[in-house]
């Protein structure tokens, strides 16, 4: 097959799954090997030499595989353009805990046909799962802690006074600051917050039913792509604010009834 050709979903799975796996057993290897190489938005927002050498995997897979596709990673920015298929890569979600020795960091790795994201596949190594997903075919999960393929529903009929929601924080203080008055306001009204670290496992967490629900402002696409889509696929509502499309603004995940609950006190803490 080449780039020109308009792949199937499961196709594009397929490959992904090849490609995140790859990365994630070099990251998994060379762990020891990692160093901070530069900063972004703040001193706190790290890359690494091995978020680079991921990236760089993962585009030779794909390019090899189909060539006239373009490619949008979070290190590298975007190659090609004008092409059907787009993947939107990133390498290492949760390069902190990666540098810690945390277990919740992945490889997400998503495709769009026509700007339509139709699949999606969120590695994490540590925890020994492989999340995957296509457009109208569900949502699975492949576990090294059971055999085969378990296809993957988020929780139902859970009131935002009994949910356990999972977010995250940016690396600006002001946005910080702002995050945490958000926290404040809503942990009296939930079950418990988790800040685990990585937004695409935080949206297959949604998935899964590991947590209720997910929300987090300052995202960027290759955070929400993968796990969005296999978030969606489980059952869930993913969106931002007043019905617009998920990213820096707002991202909520959550069964439709949660997510209109915790969509509600989070506009009347942080408004939008």
């Not at 960027?220 to 509502?237: F, N, P, S, T, Y």
Request: hydrophobic share 45%; with cysteine.
């Amino acid at each position: 097959m080449t780039g020109s050709a308009r792949p199937q979903p499961g196709e594009l799975v397929g490959l992904a799954c090849s490609a995140a796996r790859e990365a994630g057993e070099l990251l998994t290897a060379r762990r020891d090997m990692a160093a901070v190489v530069q900063t972004k938005s703040s001193p706190t927002d790290v890359v690494t030499q091995l978020d680079r050498a991921a990236e760089d995997l993962i585009r030779r897979r794909i390019s090899a595989a189909r060539p006239a596709d373009s490619i949008l990673g979070e290190e590298g920015g975007q190659t090609g353009a004008g092409a059907a298929v787009r993947w939107i890569v990133d390498p290492l979600d949760g390069t902190v805990n990666y540098l810690y020795g945390l277990p919740t960091w992945a490889v997400s790795i998503a495709a769009e046909v026509d700007g339509v994201v139709v699949a999606g596949v969120v590695c994490a190594p540590l925890q020994r799962s492989l999340y995957l997903a296509w457009l109208g075919g569900g949502a699975w999960l492949e576990s090294g802690w059971e055999p085969g393929r378990r296809r993957l529903a988020c929780n139902a009929g859970v009131p935002l006074a009994d949910a356990l929601v999972a977010t995250g924080f940016g690396y600006q203080a002001s946005q910080r600051a702002t995050q945490g008055r958000a926290v404040a306001a809503l942990l009296p009204k939930v079950r418990d917050i988790r800040r685990a670290g990585a937004a695409a496992v935080d949206l297959c967490y949604v998935a899964s039913g590991q947590v209720d629900a997910y929300y987090e402002s300052g995202l960027h696409a290759w955070d929400i792509a993968a796990g969005g889509l296999v978030a969606r696929e489980a059952g869930a509502v993913v969106a931002g604010m007043h019905g617009r499309e998920p990213g820096e603004e707002m991202t909520i995940a959550a069964s439709p009834v949660l997510f209109a609950q915790l969509h509600d006190q989070l506009t009347a803490v942080v408004g939008g």
